[in-house]
């Protein structure tokens, strides 16, 4: 199975601030990497897909980059609702595996 | 628009037989493929086994001696059984749709259903 270790665990800033996350795969991925992003209580929800590719309707400050076994998410301006966890996953093959999920707090 | 909620008993005996129903609108189950992903309480989710939009069946080889996934067309439902609870089963069921095919995007998720393994 393809591990996903994501760092760090948790993350405290504050509104404005930016934001990077990592994604390290156990092995090459090939780019099919997928993130989420869950509010307490609530389902994921996809972010960005192909490590890169932004999904309708997510904002512009969420951007994704890598390849191989190392990949991020980056938050430009945090805005209140961007603090949740996030979640990387391997979309490659099976079983398709999640990172332990990054807790994005304010600071 | 696309929705998928799931339904199923809140407890499980430890040792019994969880069920669950996906239930699905807004898209078809003969186009896209059906996840059942699990979480456990401040955890990753874990992926535990897809139905193919042509009726083929995935499994997580961690869980596939206890899981099976089954669906009704005709009633836009996808279902789980998982037998031989353990308390570490306990945690939000979820089912997906899955956007790709031979990758997995899970682009629409139900709300989930809290299931707890306790006697």
């Known amino acids: 199975d393809i591990q996903m270790t994501q760092s760090p665990t948790s993350l405290a800033a504050s509104v404005g601030e930016s934001v990077t996350i990592t994604c390290l795969a156990s092995e090459d991925i090939y780019g099919s990497l997928v993130w989420y992003q869950q509010k307490p209580g609530k389902s994921p929800q996809l972010l960005i897909y192909g490590a890169t590719i932004l999904e309708d309707g997510i904002p512009s400050r969420f951007s994704g980059s890598g390849s191989d076994t190392q990949y991020s998410l980056k938050i430009n301006s945090l805005q209140p609702e961007d603090f949740a966890s996030y979640y990387c996953?391997?979309?490659?093959?099976?079983?398709?595996?999640f990172g332990g999920g990054t807790k994005l707090e304010l600071k | 628009q696309v929705q998928l909620k799931e339904s199923g008993p809140g407890l499980v005996q430890p040792s019994e037989t969880l069920s669950l129903t996906c239930t699905v609108s807004?898209?078809?189950?003969?186009?896209?493929?059906v996840s059942w992903v699990r979480q456990p309480s401040g955890k990753g989710p874990e992926w535990m086994g897809r139905m193919w939009y042509d009726g083929d069946t995935a499994y997580n080889s961690a869980l596939k001696s206890r899981l099976s996934i089954s669906r009704d067309t005709s009633k836009n439902q996808v279902f789980l059984k998982m037998n031989s609870l353990q308390t570490d089963d306990t945690g939000t069921y979820y089912c997906t749709r899955d956007r790709a095919t031979t990758v997995a995007v899970f682009d629409y998720w139900g709300q989930g259903v809290m299931v707890t393994v306790s006697s």
């Open positions: 996953q391997n979309g490659l093959s099976t079983p398709w595996t």
């Open positions: 807004g898209f078809s189950l003969t186009s896209y493929s």
